[in-house]
């Protein structure tokens, strides 16, 4: 997996943006959970992730995005699920996590 990051710009309403690209899964979730919760650590906390490039997920993602949703939240901010690919938009449905994130 790919995973590609997006400074914030000057505007106060911008937030962090993590693209990431390819299969989604318990070799790349630890990380993409260490890298999102140092950006979390650092003061960042509204992170929009874009799965526009994601193919796959499994489990293992659904936990490390569910984990920086949680931190995201308790530091004031919020994790977003940006444009989600037709496959990882039928796993969230399905495990009704597209209840629980933000998704635009």
């Known amino acids: ?4 990051t997006h400074e914030k ?6 937030m962090f943006v993590v693209s990431l690209a390819g299969r989604f ?17 650092g003061g960042e906390s509204q992170i929009g992730v874009d799965l526009a490039d994601v ?22 901010g919020d994790l977003v699920l940006m444009n989600p690919s037709d496959p990882v ?3 969230l449905e399905l495990t009704r996590l597209d ?3 933000s998704i635009v």
């Open 1 to 4: 997996m790919e995973i590609t």
């Open 9 to 14: 710009t000057e505007s106060a309403s911008e």
């Open 25 to 41: 899964d318990a070799h790349e979730a630890d990380s993409f959970k260490e890298q999102l919760l140092a950006k979390i650590d």
């Open 55 to 76: 193919n796959f997920l499994d489990s293992t993602a659904l936990a490390a995005l569910t984990s920086g949703m949680k931190r995201c939240r308790e530091a004031g």
């Open 89 to 91: 938009r039928v796993i």
């Open 99 to 101: 209840r629980a994130f």
